[in-house]
């Protein structure tokens, strides 16, 4: 857990995070940043006259730089809802094609007839289902018992929510045997949307079907023997599965009910929820046809083979440098070799404050 000044602590955001009015929760964050910079202006007092006024005049270009910035993201948006718009066309004729709604013929797209053969396989069978599993962060998500649900999956979407800020995805379900719901949805409410602080994310109750839920399990027990209940002891748990995505983590409405670990660990899950969100709007839905063939792996890899060879070109600078020090005194080998383990396995401490990176 940070001590860093400039962090949002678990009080002070799980406080906000509570309060039923959103102006409430924009004042409680001013408030608090407010009282940053008065923490700061020690650091200007310290300072000479001279200095002083440099850094006065550093404020008012980045007071500039913010002004532009702030039409910067302005525009963005703009220009993001245009293209957005203009996607949509596209979108629509890769649904038809997928789910079989129109065939294409030569280069040719053209609608189906109901004279078709009717055993003919239709579309691209499992064609989402395929697209995420070839992604490592969603890979990791899907369990064999999510395959079959997920072959029914025929359209994922995304668009912004404007009241609060933030996006929400759709995925558009044919019927199936595992759940009622034809739409699952999943909506990211951001504080603000340029420097993104996640408020809270919500998802679809799943109506399963009797059996057939995915995100539990039930474990039978053979009773002991000689106990008066032959009955086998059932028990329900909880497992892992994809479709725990649309039961997000939520932040305890008392924040006295948080800890040191519950609150890093809580800050984990939240983060990685909103990483697999973030991932399916950005990567999937805009390049699935990428992700189902496996081109876009290929190009994820060209990023990893990079950082390899410069892994590759330190170790092998470590290596020379070990073949020149092997007449070195045994302590210093052994120093060396501490500063090495303690490089190398260095943790990366994430802030409890809720502020999630694109």
């Not at 700061?40 to 007092?45: A, V, W």
């Not at 066309?89 to 007839?113: C, D, F, H, S």
């Not at 289902?129 to 025929?154: C, F, H, P, Q, W």
Request: some cysteine; proline content about 4%; hydrophobic content about 30%.
């Amino acid at each position: 857990m940070s001590n860093d000044k400039d962090t949002f602590n678990v009080a002070d955001l799980t406080s906000a995070l509570n309060e039923d009015n959103r102006a409430d929760l924009v004042n409680a964050l001013k408030s608090k940043i407010q009282s940053l910079a008065g923490q700061h202006s020690d650091i200007l007092e310290s300072l000479s006259p001279n200095v002083r006024k440099r850094v006065e005049v550093l404020r008012e270009i980045q007071g500039q730089h913010d002004e532009l910035e702030a039409k910067f993201f302005e525009e963005r948006a703009a220009l993001e809802a245009k293209y957005q718009k203009l996607y949509q066309p596209l979108y629509t004729k890769r649904y038809e094609i997928v789910n079989g709604a129109t065939e294409v013929e030569e280069g040719a797209v053209k609608e189906t007839t109901p004279d078709g053969e009717e055993d003919q396989e239709k579309g691209v069978p499992a064609f989402w289902l395929t697209a995420m599993k070839n992604n490592e962060v969603l890979a990791e998500e899907i369990s064999e018992r999510d395959e079959g649900a997920l072959k029914y999956l025929k359209d994922i979407k995304w668009s912004r929510i404007e009241n609060p800020k933030g996006f929400k995805l759709e995925f558009f379900f044919d019927t199936n045997p595992y759940f009622i719901n034809s739409v699952l949805t999943k909506t990211y409410h951001m504080i603000d949307e340029d420097e993104p602080i996640l408020e809270k994310a919500i998802g679809t109750e799943i109506q399963w079907h009797p059996g057939k839920c995915l995100t539990q399990k039930i474990l039978k027990k053979k009773p002991k023997k000689g106990s008066k209940n032959a009955k086998p002891i059932t028990k329900t748990e909880n497992c892992e599965s994809f479709f725990n995505f649309f039961n997000p983590p939520q932040v305890p409405e008392d924040d006295e009910d948080i800890d040191e670990d519950a609150a890093e660990e809580l800050q984990n899950q939240m983060e990685q929820d909103y990483d697999i969100g973030s991932t399916i709007r950005d990567k999937i839905i805009p390049h699935a046809v990428s992700w189902f063939t496996g081109e876009a792996i290929q190009g994820d890899e060209f990023g990893d083979l990079e950082d390899d060879e410069d892994d590759e070109d330190i170790e092998e600078d470590d290596d020379e440098e070990e073949e020149e020090d092997e007449d070195d005194d045994d302590d210093e080998d052994d120093e060396e070799e501490s500063k090495t383990k303690k490089k190398s396995s260095a943790p990366k401490v994430r802030n409890f404050d809720f502020t999630i990176h694109d």
